[in-house]
């Protein structure tokens, strides 16, 4: 839907997609907007209770063109890819996986968790962020950002971490290839976050509790885009919330989008299709099962 506020271009209702074990929440791409900043997909994942010796199971798959960004809220997935990484992610850690030319991964509930009495929760955040195309083909690469080397700030009744890219005078140590806008924001009720014009294209996800934007209420699963001209705009917590800022400079373009890959090139999407098909994609040490491509 449109707003009418002036201050806000578009409100982004997601779609809902069960993968089996969960299900997630898909803002981005919507219908007449691709993007956000370098964002092109925007998934809330969960939240998902599992019982004793289930989990996530997401078996491995390709990337090509693409970062992938994972911040949990609650639980722990071990993420393992093709260049041998083998890593826990814990909620406010970030992974940061530039798929670049290709790479396999998978995510799955660690053994430990999985294994032990009781019931256990998986819930938070997974973007995509398009490489700019002189990007789209460089060699792939992960990165694992503990929570403790993220910057923080906290100011009336606001506690920001910024996850990715340029903030409020902060910067994440993540490596991003284009101005990024990456932050969570847990706000109290009645606290007031201004987000500031630093970044031309800037959205507010509302993951949990209700806000306030343009004189507009805006509930947990809205994405709301900002207006570029709109300037400082005034974010105002309803009641205890948590949102998360994405955005940045636009895209150099837009992209084609083919199951778990991002090109410029239809043609280089067709290709690595073949290269998974035809099982050229490396794999992943120590997981050896396979998504094959959707109808296969």
Not at 30 to 55: K, S
Not at 115 to 141: C, K, M, N, Y
Not at 278 to 296: S, T
């Amino acid at each position: 839907m449109t707003g009418a506020s002036g201050i806000v271009e578009r409100v982004l209702e997601p779609r809902t997609r069960d993968l089996g074990d969960f299900a997630v929440r898909r803002a981005l791409p919507a219908p007449g907007l691709q993007t956000v900043g370098p964002f092109i997909f925007f998934d809330h994942m969960g939240p998902a209770e599992f019982g004793p010796g289930q989990g996530v199971n997401v078996r491995p798959h390709p990337h090509i063109g693409l970062a992938t960004v994972t911040y949990l809220y609650e639980g722990a997935f071990m993420h393992r890819d093709s260049l041998g990484t083998a890593q826990v992610i814990r909620p406010g850690d970030v992974n940061w996986m530039v798929a670049g030319r290709g790479i396999v991964h998978s995510e799955r509930t660690p053994a430990e968790i999985r294994d032990a009495a009781g019931r256990t929760r998986a819930h938070g955040i997974q973007t995509w962020v398009a490489l700019p195309r002189d990007e789209e083909e460089r060699e792939p690469s992960f990165a694992h950002h503990p929570a403790a080397s993220l910057p923080q700030h906290e100011r009336a009744g606001a506690r920001l971490v910024v996850i990715a890219g340029t903030a409020y005078g902060l910067r994440s140590p993540v490596q991003v290839f284009s101005p990024t806008l990456y932050v969570d924001a847990q706000l109290q009720a009645g606290a007031v976050l201004e987000v500031e014009p630093e970044h031309a294209e800037r959205g507010c996800y509302v993951a949990q509790g209700s806000v306030e934007i343009g004189g507009e209420r805006h509930g947990a699963g809205h994405f709301v885009v900002l207006a570029q001209a709109a300037g400082t705009v005034a974010v105002r917590a309803l009641g205890p919330s948590r949102l998360m800022l994405a955005g940045g400079a636009p895209l150099d373009g837009p992209r084609y989008i083919d199951w778990n890959f991002v090109s410029s090139a239809r043609e280089r999407i067709e290709a690595a299709k073949r290269d998974w098909r035809e099982r050229r994609f490396p794999a992943v040490p120590g997981d050896d099962e396979r998504i094959p491509l959707p109808g296969e």
